[in-house]
Nanobody, 119 residues
């Protein structure tokens, strides 16, 4: 059983910065990617940023240029540096880890950590 432990988040003023970190406790066989999603206005989870097993990063359109993801794939840890935060970045952010299985794909989620951007 894999558990994702999140830290960081909280309240920040517009234009400020926050950092989110996530570490995976447990082991997997075939890492795909790890990173962060946020819960959108509905129940869907929208991409914030992920890092793949080759170290490549992908970002959601709304955060490109403002957020930076870094991590250690072997250690299964990631950090999201969020700069120039806007009120519309307010959301619950979920750590995510994807694993390739035999003809399947496993998705692991953290419990979520709230980020509030407000003056």
């Amino acid at each position: 059983q894999l558990h994702l432990v999140e830290s960081g988040g909280g309240l920040v003023q517009p234009g400020g910065s926050l950092s989110l970190s996530c570490a995976a406790n447990g082991s997997i066989f075939n890492f795909d990617e790890m990173g962060w999603y946020l819960r959108g206005p509905g129940e869907q989870r929208d991409l914030v940023a992920t890092i793949g097993r080759d170290g490549s990063a992908r970002y959601g359109d709304s955060v490109t240029g403002r957020f930076t993801i870094s991590g250690d794939v072997a250690a299964m840890t990631v950090t999201l540096q969020m700069n120039s935060l806007k009120p519309e970045d307010t959301a619950v952010y979920y750590c995510y880890l994807g694993e390739y299985g035999l003809n399947t794909h496993y998705d692991y989620w953290g419990r979520g950590t709230p980020v509030t951007v407000s003056s």
